[in-house]
């Protein structure tokens, strides 16, 4: 209706303004316009709101960058072919916010419900496996320096939460999925950043996905030593080498809580690590 039109066109205008309060009163009312007249909306009639928001998205405002994130899942849930036209620099900006060490509580929660809903649209640009690349990217693909990771250490949990997410909603991946990360565990090829968001990632999927019937990647040394390991906790504490303290720390209690049996197993590790004589069995 032509006054849907103009309300949204001057509620997109006032995400343009400086006013704090305006701003997040206009979230809000775009919110519930997008939700309950969905059936009378257009992919033109969005664009210019759509354009505003993907600038809201950053870490100096995270109040301001949740309810960006609450008005883009509607957007997705309802009028997910409209968000082409901005899927670009929308992954941009939420790349760079999910390496801020600032994003967390509800306003994690609010892009992994946002990941949720997109990758349900069934659209071409927000199908799992696109997802995936991209939100893997800063990890595989970001420079290295010696002795330090890629990003700060706050945005490994936050992207690993967003990648157990994702696979949430697609079940028929957890099994490909996981099998990479374990792959790029045991490489020895990989860097202390891969090794550690794999070991987060597998920790945020096992508390949702049973990893209890993964078929797992065992090297063919690893195999003729131990002929019976077929639980995956086992091929965990014999893939990660002693020197990487660091892994060891950072991922107990995250594959912990994904499986409680994990627990004396990697309290053992942890505890055998400290002993300055102590050899590990593999």
Not at 66 to 80: H, R
Not at 218 to 239: F, G, Q, W
Request: proline share 3%; aromatic share 4%; charged share 20%.
């Amino acid at each position: 209706s032509p006054i849907l039109k103009d309300s949204l066109s001057l509620l997109s205008s006032f995400l343009r303004k400086k006013l704090r309060s305006l701003r997040l009163a206009s979230l809000v009312a775009l919110e519930v316009l997008v939700s309950k007249y969905s059936s009378g909306l257009t992919s033109e009639m969005l664009t210019d709101m759509l354009e505003q928001v993907p600038s809201l998205l950053n870490e100096s405002d995270l109040h301001i960058a949740q309810l960006a994130l609450g008005l883009l899942t509607a957007v997705a849930l309802l009028q997910s072919a409209s968000m082409a036209k901005v899927h670009e620099e929308m992954m941009t900006k939420l790349l760079a916010l999910l390496q801020s060490p600032l994003l967390q509580g509800t306003a994690l929660h609010a892009m992994t419900t946002f990941l949720r809903a997109f990758v349900k649209s069934g659209q071409a640009n927000s199908s799992f496996k696109h997802l995936l690349e991209r939100l893997m990217s800063p990890i595989y693909q970001g420079k290295v320096q010696q002795g330090s990771l890629v990003i700060h250490k706050q945005a490994f949990h936050s992207l690993a939460h967003c990648l157990a997410a994702l696979v949430s909603e697609c079940p028929d991946q957890v099994s490909s999925l996981c099998t990479r990360l374990l792959t790029d565990i045991n490489n020895t090829k990989s860097n202390d950043s891969i090794r550690l968001f794999a070991l987060l990632t597998l920790g945020e999927i096992g508390k949702t996905s049973d990893l209890s019937l993964l078929v797992l990647p065992i090297s063919p040394r690893v195999r003729r030593a131990n002929k019976r390991i077929e639980s995956l906790d086992l091929v965990l504490l014999m893939s990660v080498k002693r020197r990487v303290q660091r892994e060891l720390t950072w991922s107990g209690h995250s594959l912990t809580s994904a499986a409680k049996q994990w627990a004396k197993l990697w309290n053992a590790c942890l505890w055998m690590t400290r002993l300055p004589c102590c050899t590990l069995p593999w």
